[in-house]
Each structure stands twice: as structure tokens, then as C-alpha cells.
């Protein structure tokens, strides 16, 4: 398998890792620049406001189901249409280009978002693997998530 | 399916919980130690994770999660049961059942087994069929066809 010509984003959410292709834009924000949602009913953890417009940041956990938002530091926000959409993590990382190996990954079962599979790659290194987000289907799920 | 000689089938005993599988050798691509698996997030019960194997991240099924059980998890002399990917998908697409223990190699005209009544067998759309040893022990064979359907439902 030859090294992949993409380059990917590793992403620690959670407490879990999973790659995404560099394909679409993105920011990395700190959470000063955020501000803390305190609606106790929304899944939205910390909102980014940009010329008056704001987008939501979720807190996952390792089942990327919202959760709590806890002892965070930063967010990464993902380009997207109607709004662009964020993902609290614990870490994020540029890998180098040409260190992964992607393989093909069909998952099992029924897709969970009307999108796709969440995923549609793997990096495996011996027995260990890191799952690699299908990026349409992981922004739709993340606005699926609601306000 | 694999035939030696001349009419022997040759197939694999994978002990399950409570029951075993039993799949013609030739579908088996091999048998690996447990290692971690890394849960795929949203995916069915059945679904314990995958495993890299080959370069390749294959899934890990519990079979008793078709059976209508509570889905078995790897204990202490699990082996993970890589198959071939199932007729008509991608050659990228193993998967593997987990077995309780280091699977059998047994043959189908072996003396004493016994075509399974249909009583016997449990109810489920993902069981083909069933051979019983002369000790009363069953031995299931999956429906493939079923399962795959149920694996790829797109």
C-alpha cells in the first residue's frame, strides 16, 4: 500500500483518535475566542461568533455522542453550508504528508447519518487502528447535532 | 469449498458461547490472537470493533448477536476468525467472527454427525442449517447470503 498523497488532521475526541483528509478548510480556535453555551438543554457546548454570525462547537465523546463539555482548550471549526460547525478536542494535529497509509474501510450495518458511514478509510499500524472520518457525512451528522 | 481427496468437505468448528459455527475452510482466510479492537462509534451491537490485520481494518462480529443472545465479548483464549469477503463485495472487505476458543478442524462425512432437525435449530433468518455430533452438540452453519445483507443494507 503506498503512502496516501492526502494530507490528514489528526483529531483526539474524546479521549479517542480519528483522522480526517485535509480536503475542506478549516480553523483551529482557541477557547478564549469561544464563548461558553449555558442553555442547560443545548448540545451545543461554546458558540464562535464571526460578523454576526455564530457557529456551534460540540463536545463528543470517544462514541462521538455529545456529552458534557469538561476541562477543554480548543475547538476545531470545519468550512461548511448553511454554517460552519466545530468539534471540541483534546488534541489536533497536521500529520505530515506521506506518513499514512490509508486503506479502505466499509463499515458494518446501517450508515448512521442520511449522509453515509461516518467513516470510509483506516490507518492500521499492526493490530491497531484509527478510524478515518468520510468528511460530508461527518459535517452533516455534526449538524444534524441541532442548536 | 475446499475438497480433499474426493468427497470430503472440509470445514471449521468455531466455538461459540454456548454453540459452535461451522464454515467450509475455504472461506477462512485466518485465524489471529485477539488484539485490541477499536470501537467504530454508532455501529450495531453485533459489531464489537475492528482489528488491523494485513494492513487492513476488519470488523469483528459477535455471532450471538444474530442469534438473538447477548453478543459475546473476547475472554481468555479468543481467537478472532478472519473470512474471505463475502461473494460479490470489494477484495478489501474481510470481516471475522470472534471465537471462544482455538477454532476446530472437523469434516462434514466425519462418523456419528447427524443433519440437525429443524426444532433444534434456533430461529433466526442468519442460520442455514445445522449438523448434530453424537453428542448432541450443534453445530450451526450461517447463512451467508443473510448476513451479508444485514452487513451491507445499502
Redesign the interface.
Known sequence: ?APSQHQYLRLVIGG?TFLLPSVMRYTIEQRDALSENTASQSPVAAWRTVRGTRWPAYSLG????TRPAGDWHRAVFLEARPQNVGIIVDEVQLLPRGET?I??????????TRF?H??DG?W????????VFEPTALIGYLQSLGE | MRRQNTDRLYVLEIPLGNTSLLLPSAKIAEVISI??L???????DW?LG????R???V?V?SFEGFLGGHRMLPGAGAKIVVLYPLTGR?E??F?SILSSAEPRPRSVEEAGLVTAQEADLPNSPYVAGGLKTPEGRLLIVPDLEALKT?????
Do not use: I, Q
Open positions: 500500500m479517542s470517544p462514541d462521538l455522542a497509509e486503506a479502505k474501510f466499509t463499515p458494518l450495518g446501517p450508515a448512521p453515509g461516518l467513516f483506516a492500521v499500524s499492526g493490530r491497531d487502528v484509527t478510524l | 488484539g485490541r477499536a470501537p467504530v462509534p454508532y455501529a450495531p459489531l475492528v482489528t488491523g490485520w494492513s487492513l481494518a470488523p462480529v470489494n478489501w472487505e470481516v444485514t452487513f451491507y443494507p445499502f
